[in-house]
T-cell receptor, first 113, second 112 residues
Framework: DVKVTQSSRYLVKRTGEKVFLECVQD?????MFWYRQDPGLGLRLIYF???????EKGDIPEGYSVSREKKERFSLILESASTNQTSMYLC????????????FGPGTRLLVL | GQQLNQSPQSMFIQEGEDVSMNCTSS?????WLWYKQDPGEGPVLLIA?????ELTSNGRLTAQFGITRKDSFLNISASIPSDVGIYFC????????????FGQGTRLTINP
């Protein structure tokens, strides 16, 4: 079974703090994704990585950056957290090629005060 | 950008009832995926559809790939309490098969 793990289930941070969300997958997947989930808006793609050190902006990249130094690990960074970044953050991975099926981690619920 | 419109946004049903939800797009999709998210967890893939007209079942769940390739349907028969959650449809971005676009979700609540 594919396993995607996220470093924290719940996180509380203050406005202006730098926040790191970590994601690890154990199935040697090429692709990794970061989404945020807000009620009524579904899942919106923040960033996508298709290889080590490679990244592509999603639909809502503003205020976020990412890092992929190793194939199994994909980090989402909030450079200066703001209250409108309070949300559920979901990491996912997929095999690559034309296989679209994505496997999700349990999510990190972030509250920015 | 691409959008998937999912309806209804929420459903409140009695245990044992059947459930139907659908997803529509303004553009053609070659793949439709249905995910379920249990409370407090990440989404899990339920069913994948790859061919127009395809009807696929997974236990009490049945999903269909619309003939026009612009819609898909998910049915749940004889609902049980563990069916509670949010159901998402998804399809690949045009020109970027490795990225998915998701619907807004259908939140299912079941009264025992």
């Amino acid at each position: 079974d594919v396993k995607v793990t996220q470093s924290s289930r719940y996180l509380v941070k203050r406005t202006g703090e730098k926040v790191f969300l970590e994601c690890v997958q154990d199935m040697d997947h090429e692709n990794m994704f970061w989404y945020r989930q807000d009620p009524g808006l579904g899942l919106r793609l923040i960033y996508f990585s298709y290889d080590v050190k490679m990244k592509e902006k999603g639909d809502i990249p503003e205020g976020y950056s990412v890092s992929r130094e190793k194939k199994e690990r994909f980090s989402l960074i909030l450079e200066s957290a703001s209250t409108n970044q309070t949300s559920m953050y979901l990491c996912a991975s997929s095999l690559g090629g034309f296989v679209e099926t994505q496997y999700f981690g349990p999510g990190t619920r972030l509250l920015v005060l | 950008g691409q959008q998937l419109n999912q309806s209804p946004q929420s459903m409140f049903i009695q245990e044992g009832e059947d459930v139907s939800m659908n997803c529509t797009s303004s553009s053609i999709f070659n793949t439709w995926l249905w995910y379920k998210q249990d409370p407090g967890e990440g989404p899990v893939l339920l069913i994948a559809l790859y061919k127009a007209g395809e009807l696929t079942s997974n236990g009490r769940l049945t999903a269909q790939f619309g003939i026009t390739r612009k819609d898909s349907f998910l049915n749940i028969s004889a609902s049980i309490p563990s069916d509670v959650g949010i159901y998402f449809c998804a399809g690949p971005y045009v020109g970027g098969a490795q990225k998915l676009v998701f619907g807004q979700g259908t939140r299912l609540t079941i009264n025992p």
